[in-house]
């Protein structure tokens, strides 16, 4: 799932400190906490985000079928009645790549990924973002079998479970000027697309020399490369866990990915030395539908695709000096769904034109190539409470002794008092985007029961704002004026 279109609106920072001598509460405790957080400001904003989004649902489903579709109004055309707007700083427009391979030996795999994204924001400040991101990720369970015909028809079904650890640093800059950010934006995609261009180029078709261009190339992009220093510096680091099932009849087919992580990263202000902390728990699911026909020598086929998913976010935010100055709570959702066209198979016993062998599992080469449109979707929502409140402060002083104590009926109050602040003193802001994402996968696989392989993918993705809603201290829900 693309979920750095959501990471990038957070806002605020960490859990608060555990003072000495205390217990930790549990991990179902704070999630308990977290679900119950993203439960409140989810229903707060069902009513004023409900119209929106299913006008533009039914203008997504219009788009992807090539109708003739009317553009739902947003904040933007200024034609959404209401009250007067509060100002609010709100993301314009992101644009996103990433290059990311992966070697796998039996059960474990090795992945890297480089990426930039582009945010625009209202006030006025273009932000590129450059993440070096790794993992570490191995299979605990698989099973089930898929066989192929002699046509390559494939039969059957399997599943498989697998964990994984992943870190990234990114480094964020940012600049006033549009053609400063255009110019920094095409070194970016550059360094981040250059080895698709070079695979792509014929030239990578001559013996030795054409495979060898590519990794010179790289290291001479990423030699030649200037940045200016960097405004903040993001780390992250997350363990996922992620299912996966595939059922397979003749020419049809479906799939399935069901994941669910936990992260925990910091986002430093290199400009005024202000932290944000923050921990998050995010799942997605995607589901795949396809019709398959053989094409000497291999399976191709089209189909329909959708994915959804939710995160769920605590921040902490301090000033230079150390002072707190804000909790955030925030829940997000993406949506994509598209179409697709694959081609799979290739699964010979070791000669470009031998035999198709009838167990996959037996064959000695496999290739596969994937390649989606998709249009996409995603609302966020987010509750800021200011902890130069007093009461705020106090508030926050209750928390942490509820969990660290452990004390269950305390915990219950202070839950109540933090849901009742939420629902009337927290500053809450919404946020609508829309756009699509385009992604192309290749993979192979070869050995005896396909033990080793590598893979590539290449995802691009842009979203633009559709919509703005802001409810400040103490008032009503409302449009936000982006400022």
Request: with cysteine.
């Given at each position: 799932?693309?979920?750095?279109?959501?990471?990038?609106?957070?806002?605020?920072?960490?859990?608060?400190?555990?003072?000495?001598?205390?217990q930790?509460?549990?991990?179902?405790?704070?999630?308990?906490?977290?679900?119950?957080?993203?439960?409140?400001?989810?229903?707060?904003?069902?009513?004023?985000?409900?119209?929106?989004?299913?006008?533009?649902?039914?203008?997504?489903?219009?788009?992807?079928?090539?109708?003739?579709?009317?553009?739902?109004?947003t904040?933007?055309?200024?034609?959404?009645?209401?009250?007067?707007?509060?100002s609010?700083?709100?993301l314009?427009?992101?644009?996103?790549e990433?290059?990311?391979?992966?070697?796998?030996?039996?059960?474990a795999?090795?992945?890297?990924?480089?990426?930039?994204?582009?945010?625009?924001?209202?006030?006025?400040?273009?932000?590129?973002?450059?993440?070096l991101?790794?993992?570490?990720?191995?299979?605990?369970?698989?099973?089930g079998?898929?066989?192929?015909?002699g046509?390559?028809?494939?039969?059957g079904?399997?599943?498989?479970?697998?964990?994984?650890a992943?870190?990234?640093?990114?480094?964020?800059?940012?600049?006033?000027?549009?053609?400063?950010?255009v110019?920094?934006?095409?070194?970016?995609?550059?360094?981040?697309?250059?080895?698709?261009?070079?695979?792509?180029?014929?030239?990578?078709?001559?013996?030795?020399y054409?495979p060898?261009r590519i990794?010179?190339?790289?290291?001479?992009?990423?030699?030649?490369?200037?940045?200016?220093?960097?405004?903040r510096?993001?780390?992250?680091?997350?363990?996922?866990?992620?299912?996966s099932?595939?059922?397979?009849?003749?020419?049809?087919?479906?799939?399935?990915?069901?994941?669910?992580?936990?992260?925990?990263?910091?986002?430093?202000?290199?400009?005024?030395?202000?932290?944000?902390?923050?921990?998050?728990?995010?799942?997605?699911?995607?589901?795949?539908?396809?019709?398959?026909?053989?094409?000497?020598?291999?399976?191709?086929?089209?189909?329909?695709?959708?994915?959804?998913g939710?995160?769920?976010?605590?921040?902490?935010?301090?000033?230079?000096?150390?002072?707190?100055?804000?909790?955030?709570?925030?829940?997000?959702?993406d949506v994509?769904g598209?179409?697709?066209?694959?081609?799979?198979?290739?699964?010979?016993?070791?000669s470009?034109?031998?035999?198709?062998?009838?167990?996959?599992?037996?064959a000695?080469?496999?290739?596969?190539?994937?390649?989606?449109?998709e249009?996409?979707?995603?609302?966020?929502?987010?509750?800021?409470?200011?902890?130069?409140d007093?009461?705020?402060?106090?508030?926050?002083?209750?928390?942490?002794?509820?969990?660290?104590?452990?004390?269950?009926?305390?915990l219950?109050?202070?839950?109540?008092?933090?849901?009742?602040?939420?629902g009337?003193?927290?500053?809450?802001?919404?946020?609508?985007?829309h756009?699509?994402?385009?992604?192309?996968?290749?993979?192979?696989?070869?050995?005896?029961?396909?033990?080793?392989?590598?893979?590539?993918?290449?995802?691009a993705?842009?979203?633009?704002?559709?919509?703005?809603?802001?409810r400040?201290?103490?008032?009503?829900?409302?449009?936000?004026?982006?400022?």
């Amino acid at each position: 799932m693309n979920r750095a279109p959501i990471r990038a609106r957070r806002s605020g920072g960490e859990q608060p400190v555990r003072r000495a001598g205390e217990q930790g509460a549990s991990t179902p405790e704070y999630v308990g906490v977290l679900i119950l957080v993203a439960a409140l400001i989810a229903a707060l904003w069902a009513v004023p985000l409900a119209p929106l989004v299913g006008d533009w649902a039914r203008y997504a489903a219009c788009s992807l079928f090539g109708g003739e579709c009317e553009r739902p109004l947003t904040t933007a055309d200024g034609a959404i009645p209401g009250p007067t707007p509060v100002s609010m700083v709100c993301l314009e427009g992101s644009e996103r790549e990433r290059l990311g391979g992966d070697v796998t030996l039996f059960s474990a795999k090795v992945s890297g990924d480089l990426a930039y994204q582009v945010d625009r924001t209202s006030d006025g400040h273009h932000d590129v973002t450059l993440e070096l991101s790794g993992g570490l990720a191995a299979e605990l369970v698989t099973g089930g079998k898929i066989s192929a015909d002699g046509l390559g028809a494939k039969q059957g079904r399997q599943g498989a479970l697998e964990l994984g650890a992943n870190a990234s640093v990114a480094p964020v800059f940012r600049f006033s000027s549009q053609a400063a950010a255009v110019a920094f934006t095409e070194q970016a995609r550059e360094l981040v697309t250059g080895p698709v261009d070079d695979l792509v180029d014929w030239r990578t078709l001559i013996p030795v020399y054409g495979p060898g261009r590519i990794p010179v190339n790289q290291y001479r992009r990423v030699r030649d490369f200037q940045a200016p220093p960097p405004a903040r510096l993001r780390v992250e680091g997350s363990v996922e866990v992620i299912g996966s099932g595939d059922i397979y009849g003749g020419s049809a087919g479906a799939s399935g990915v069901l994941s669910a992580g936990q992260t925990l990263g910091a986002d430093i202000d290199l400009e005024t030395g202000a932290h944000t902390y923050y921990v998050a728990l995010d799942s997605a699911l995607a589901v795949e539908l396809g019709l398959g026909a053989r094409m000497v020598p291999a399976h191709g086929g089209v189909g329909v695709s959708g994915e959804v998913g939710t995160e769920v976010t605590v921040a902490y935010t301090v000033d230079g000096d150390g002072t707190p100055t804000t909790l955030a709570f925030g829940v997000a959702a993406d949506v994509h769904g598209g179409i697709e066209a694959g081609l799979d198979g290739l699964m010979f016993d070791g000669s470009p034109f031998g035999t198709v062998q009838p167990d996959l599992k037996q064959a000695v080469a496999a290739l596969s190539i994937d390649a989606r449109e998709e249009f996409s979707g995603s609302v966020s929502a987010t509750a800021t409470i200011d902890l130069t409140d007093p009461a705020a402060q106090e508030l926050g002083r209750d928390l942490v002794l509820a969990l660290g104590s452990r004390d269950r009926d305390g915990l219950t109050e202070v839950g109540g008092d933090l849901l009742r602040y939420l629902g009337e003193d927290a500053r809450l802001e919404a946020q609508f985007h829309h756009g699509s994402r385009s992604q192309f996968d290749i993979e192979a696989k070869g050995g005896q029961g396909l033990a080793f392989g590598f893979g590539l993918g290449h995802e691009a993705s842009a979203m633009q704002l559709g919509g703005a809603w802001v409810r400040p201290p103490g008032g009503g829900f409302q449009r936000g004026y982006c400022s």
